[in-house]
């Protein structure tokens, strides 16, 4: 097997794999704080449904 086709194969790999780390990272960075209010907004509606619907229950 030729190494300098194995070295240019791990290269490839090995730049793609730390490149998706960083720019996942970067994103997470970025829209953590959205995330969290969504999170937080489908709770507090989950939350109303919960009692409106033990409210029609009784």
Not at 35 to 54: A, P, V
Request: hydrophobic share 40%; charged share 30%.
């Amino acid at each position: 097997m030729n190494v300098d086709i194995f070295i240019l194969f791990l290269n490839c790999i090995l730049t793609t794999v730390i490149s998706s780390v960083v720019v996942i990272r970067i994103l997470k960075k970025e829209y953590k704080p959205v995330l969290d209010e969504l999170k937080n907004k489908e709770m507090e509606k989950e939350k109303e449904s919960q009692k409106t619907d033990s409210y029609n229950v009784q």
